[in-house]
């Protein structure tokens, strides 16, 4: 989201999040990171940290609660009386809100996945009421990531709130009567080949995980341009796969010509969904995982290959927050 806003000419001030993993990252490509819990953090704090701020006709505070609590690939918790177990992160979008209410920005941008709007409506619903209530007018929409020219099939939720101007969410630029989709060829082809495990120090991140002979096996006989772990010999097949159709994606190659699938925290394992390279036979690296998010190979990732691959999922893409970044500054001297 950072990356995007900064590319559209928005001065963002800082990223603030708990995670200390994001850190060196964050602030190696964009600003100033505060480590702080939200639900700590006050915005008396952040007002002292940034007294220019204070100036909320040209403030813009922008949400991206985490995800988790309100995805589809989430698994219920079930206490001992059979009632759900609410997530620890369901309530952050109100403590954004806190922040919203206290310093009443000219901007809101909030981004999330599209279950908020059902396994969190309560929040949500609470969220909104609170916009209005304090003279916001806003927009929301679940968009697809790749109906605004990103590489991937990407749904997320997007509301824009504004004090200055009645927001609507951009149209989309790609797609049926519109611009082609831009697909993973557009986005990955030009890299350099690797094998699995392997890494070409010359394009930053740009290293793939290994894989065991049997993993190696597997993807050898997954047809490329889109083959799956169904084409494979009955003597590769997984137990827990026969007889059963389901996670056709698993083991999965992408295909060339069309957007990728959504990219998840494990976008670098092909056990953990259709994250094969088209045709080489290893998983997609880091940093083609990167492009299909459109970060630029200059934005280098710092950390484990876990922690690139969370930062990588976990990412807003960054057209998409551009675009997103562009409308508001573009309306933001409307009355």
């Not at 350099?192 to 290293?207: F, R, W």
């Not at 169904?230 to 083991?251: A, I, Q, S």
Request: charged content about 25%.
């Amino acid at each position: 989201m950072t990356r995007g806003l900064l590319d559209t000419g928005i001065d963002v001030l800082c990223g603030i999040d708990f995670n200390p993993s994001c850190k060196k990252t964050y602030e190696r490509n964009n600003h100033k990171y505060l480590q702080k819990d939200i639900c700590q953090f006050t915005p008396e704090e952040l007002l002292s940290e940034f007294p220019q701020i204070a100036n909320r006709d040209e403030l813009l505070l922008v949400g991206c609660a985490p995800c988790q609590p309100f995805s589809v690939l989430r698994r219920e918790k079930i206490d001992d009386w059979g009632n759900i177990i609410p997530h620890k992160s369901v309530n952050l979008l109100m403590e954004f809100g806190r922040f919203v209410k206290a310093l009443h920005p000219a901007h809101v941008l909030v981004e999330n996945v599209p279950g908020l709007k059902k396994k969190g409506v309560e929040v949500l619903d609470a969220f909104k009421s609170m916009l209005s209530e304090n003279g916001y007018l806003y927009d929301e929409r679940v968009v697809y990531a790749k109906d605004y020219g990103v590489p991937q099939n990407r749904r997320r939720y997007v509301l824009i709130a504004s004090r200055r101007f009645k927001p609507s969410i951009p149209q989309a630029t790609h797609g049926k009567d519109r611009l082609p989709y831009c697909t993973v060829r557009q986005a990955i082809a030009g890299y350099p080949p690797l094998v699995a495990g392997g890494e070409d120090t010359s394009i930053p991140n740009h290293k793939c995980a290994n894989l065991s002979p049997l993993l190696l096996e597997r993807i050898k006989n997954t047809p490329h341009d889109g083959g799956s772990r169904t084409d494979w010999p009955e003597n590769l097949v997984l137990k827990c796969h026969k007889g059963f159709g389901g996670h056709t994606d698993v083991y999965g190659r992408m295909k060339w010509d069309e957007p990728s699938p959504t990219l998840t925290v494990k976008c670098f394992s092909i056990s953990n969904g259709r994250f094969g390279h088209p045709e080489q036979d290893r998983a997609i690296s880091l940093r083609e995982a990167a492009a299909l998010q459109t970060f630029p190979d200059n934005y280098v990732f710092e950390g484990s290959m876990q922690e690139i691959g969370r930062q990588i999922g976990n990412a807003v893409p960054v057209l998409l927050a551009k675009i997103m970044g562009k409308y508001i500054l573009g309306n933001s001297n409307e009355r």
